[in-house]
């Protein structure tokens, strides 16, 4: 018996393998989609997440709170940005202090959760700093709190593509007599943000989805983010379709944004 199954494992090639092992995926894929194809209750499901009048009765008003979560996103990315590049050139920089602070600044922004920063700007400030406005309002905490998170993640990204643009493009700026700082912002930075399109592009994404953190600040009907106008349907309606709904507006946002990142890092893989 045992002579018959090393003859057997000799001419299984493994092309042959690789075949049966897919075969062996799929028979077991098609039963398990068989088992809750039979034994979910479908009409329950649709009574529960396929209501076309709790779904129409949603619109217009869920256009709301869908340009405000990308409002909130772009502003979001926007801040992240704006701080995020000075403290990845920081985090190269050859001065000492200049590390320091952006790698405390990086480890504190991603090692705090975006909820808990969301607390600290709108309610953790204003009550160490009475009187304490922010422009925009809700606009504005939001672009501050969410940004901040981001900013750490950006600047790690934008530090990566730094690091990655060949030396000799920094050797030969320098030959030309450029200095160190007109260097990095004409020659190295272009260059780096170019590299890092696709993880820029991922981090949009997350922080569509982060933005259904804002309910914490207190939003109105007029500032409210789309998670937000979903669970409140939920609970006007008592069933689960505004989940849906919100569900299929966010994917809206989120693919198209995922489709990119893929497409963009493809374009920047050797050939």
């Known amino acids: 018996m045992d002579a018959e199954t090393e003859t057997l494992d000799r001419r299984m090639t493994p092309a ?3 075949r049966l092992a897919r075969a062996i995926q799929y028979t077991v894929l098609a039963a398990i989609v068989v088992v809750l ?3 979910a209750d479908w009409g329950r499901i649709a009574d529960s997440f396929f209501q076309i009048d709790i779904a ?20 979001a990315f ?15 920089s050859a001065f000492g202090p200049y590390r320091w602070f952006a790698t405390g600044y990086v480890e504190i922004f991603r090692g705090l959760p975006a909820l808990l920063v969301l607390f600290l700007v709108g309610f953790g400030v204003p009550q160490a700093f009475p009187g304490i406005q922010y422009p925009g309002g809700v606009y504005g905490q939001v672009a501050i709190g969410l940004g901040l998170t981001s900013s750490a ?10 690091q990655a643009v060949p030396k000799g493009q920094v050797e030969a700026a320098r030959s030309l007599g450029m200095s160190h700082t007109r260097t990095m912002i004409t020659v190295v ?10 993880p820029l592009t991922n981090e949009l994404v997350m922080l569509t989805k982060d933005s259904s953190l804002v309910f914490v600040l207190g939003v109105t009907t007029s500032t409210m983010e789309l998670s937000k106008f979903a ?21 809206l946002l989120t693919i198209p944004l995922g489709l990119l990142a893929r ?9």
Do not use: C, D, H
């Open 189 to 198: 930075l272009p260059q780096a943000l170019r590299i890092v399109i696709p």
């Open 153 to 162: 993640y950006i600047a790690e990204s934008v530090r990566a593509g730094i």
């Open 263 to 271: 497409r963009l890092e493809k374009r920047g893989e050797p050939r």
């Open 231 to 251: 669970r409140n349907e939920l609970t006007a309606n008592a069933n689960a379709t505004p989940l849906l709904v919100g569900g299929l507006l966010y994917l």
């Open 56 to 75: 129409a009765a949603m619109f217009p008003a869920v256009w709301t709170p869908f340009w405000n979560t990308i409002v909130y996103t772009l502003l």
């Open 16 to 18: 042959r393998r690789q």
């Open 37 to 39: 194809a039979v034994v």
């Open 78 to 92: 926007v801040f992240g940005m704006v701080v995020g590049v000075p403290i990845a050139l920081m985090r190269v």
